[in-house]
């Protein structure tokens, strides 16, 4: 790898994780300044020289979401006006990606929205991990690079869990990933059949599976307001679960999340870093942390020199 054709930015949504990602590469975060003006405009200077350079930029479009993607939007711009020759989004963690489709009549598809800014601001490539979707990919005109948690979770589970376990989606739409994982962990499968009836709110209706006695896993892409996985856990322990555990790879925890999980009967909440967890999150013994720096810094890697990324997950 070239030190001096690749370099590393990162905006103010998670510059811990680009750190990290930067001591995997052995290389330094590069220079930017990346600041609000007093009414709230996002200002970027980039502070060194990326002419000819691969540029990657690291920024999750994470909560305050629409801030962290203008910041991500200005930097892509600047480094383009810099003539950098080729820039990548980083995004650990892709905003607006669960309205990808028309649910209901007059109503848009902000991810595919999302993915012609991007792409309009000048970014020729995505790097993105577990989109809540897969088809996002599509929306995108440009190549998409698309990483998954699994390596990293199940090393985790592996460890931590031995026996009588039985994994459980939270959905149906949940059911292959789940799959996925209780087939490499020899585990059982359970599905929770639920209905929802409007944004961040669900109702459990049924589990399908056999959980009494057992220790349930429930696996999804992302916590957000933690309605869905906190009514999984109380259906879960009415239907005898033993010990009732959740895995997510991206802990957005917005609203009241943070008090339904401290008033749950879930034992442990597993998620990584493509998301910083907040201050009043840290505090819950609960919730455990994985980092996904080193697959993001070999794919980075991978990327830049041309290799294929898919056989990280071979």
Do not use: W
Request: net charge positive; with cysteine.
């Amino acid at each position: 790898m070239s030190i001096n054709q690749i370099k590393i930015f990162s905006g103010n949504a998670n510059p811990l994780l680009a750190q990290e990602i930067c001591d995997y590469l052995s290389l330094p975060l590069g220079r930017a300044s990346v600041r609000t003006f007093s009414d709230g405009e996002v200002y970027v200077e980039i502070g060194e020289n990326v002419r000819g350079a691969d540029v990657f930029v690291i920024q999750p479009t994470c909560p305050p979401v629409d801030h962290n993607m203008m910041e991500l939007l200005i930097m892509v711009d600047a480094l383009r006006r810099a003539s950098a020759r080729r820039i990548t989004a980083v995004l650990p963690y892709y905003g607006y990606a669960r309205q990808d489709r028309k649910a209901a009549p007059r109503v848009p598809i902000s991810a595919k929205l999302v993915a012609d800014i991007i792409t309009v601001a000048g970014a020729r490539r995505v790097l993105a991990m577990d989109l809540h979707a897969a088809q996002i990919q599509g929306f995108f005109s440009i190549p998409v690079d698309h990483l998954f948690a699994a390596p990293v979770l199940l090393k985790y589970l592996k460890k931590k869990f031995t026996k009588n376990v039985v994994m459980v989606s939270p959905d149906a739409g949940g059911v292959e990933r789940t799959r996925a994982f209780a087939k490499r962990l020899g585990a059982g499968l359970a599905i929770i059949d639920k209905r929802r009836e409007r944004p961040n709110e669900s109702h459990v209706m049924n589990i399908i599976g056999d959980v009494k006695g057992k220790i349930a896993i429930i696996l999804d892409d992302m916590v957000d307001t933690a309605g869905t996985l906190c009514k999984a856990t109380d259906a879960l322990k009415e239907h005898g679960a033993k010990e009732i555990h959740a895995c997510a790879t991206h802990p957005v925890l917005s609203g009241p999340a943070i008090d339904r999980i401290k008033e749950s009967v879930l034992e442990s909440l597993v998620v990584t870093n493509t998301i910083p967890l907040s201050e009043e999150a840290k505090k819950i013994n609960k919730i455990e942390v994985l980092s996904v720096s080193d697959l993001l810094g070999e794919a980075i890697k991978r990327i830049h020199n041309d290799d294929s990324v898919s056989l990280l997950f071979v």
